[in-house]
């Protein structure tokens, strides 16, 4: 029998469990960024640029880690992050057309939407994914489990500093810190550390 949507499916006992393979994966860290790293009201995040630069971050915490270095004057030295894992990559992104990108975005925003924990209104420019009530509560229960604890040290090492930045911005930022490893990458290509 198939699983059902939502549930992630055993791997055959020859392949590992890999995360990046789950869409549950994807949306609760997703669900940890928008409670944590979100503007109000809401907590939203405005734009598909911002979201998928702010995820990269969280996705690759040495490049988090370099831009907290790079960025010392600007970010207050009680949020400065370390990566604890300097080599660990939750889930690898793609160089594209605005840097940093996971093509699966809309399939990740369609996940969550479909199960009423995030809205996206296009009303605004440029949009905003918002959480629900019930994402903001999906996200509380997520943020107490000890699973969750480094994607939510993540998201608050980025408060106060790239959560306010605007998607542009948050975008050049990644090319000038990390020209070899994003900027000059062909279009398709995996982001490594």
């Excluded at 408060?159 to 070899?180: E, I």
Aim: proline share 9%; with cysteine.
């Amino acid at each position: 029998m198939p699983p059902s949507i939502g549930r992630s499916a055993i791997p055959p006992l020859h392949r590992p469990w890999d995360p990046d393979d789950s869409p549950d994966f994807h949306a609760s860290r997703l669900l940890l960024l928008l409670a944590e790293c979100g503007s109000q009201p809401g907590p939203h995040i405005a734009g598909r640029t911002k979201l998928a630069k702010l995820d990269f971050f969280l996705r690759y915490p040495i490049f988090l880690e370099r831009a907290h270095r790079a960025l010392a004057d600007e970010v207050h030295h009680e949020t400065a992050f370390r990566a604890f894992m300097p080599e660990e990559v939750e889930a690898p992104m793609i160089r594209y057309r605005f840097g940093p990108w996971d093509p699966r975005y809309r399939q990740f925003l369609a996940f969550l939407a479909a199960r009423e924990l995030i809205t996206v209104t296009t009303s605004h420019k440029p949009e905003r994914v918002r959480l629900t009530a019930k994402g903001k509560q999906a996200a509380t229960t997520l943020a107490a489990m000890d699973e969750f604890r480094p994607i939510v040290m993540r998201c608050h090492a980025m408060r106060g500093n790239l959560a306010d930045w605007s998607g542009t911005d948050l975008k050049d930022l990644v090319y000038r810190l990390f020209p070899a490893e994003v900027a000059e990458l062909a279009y398709h290509q995996e982001i490594r550390p």
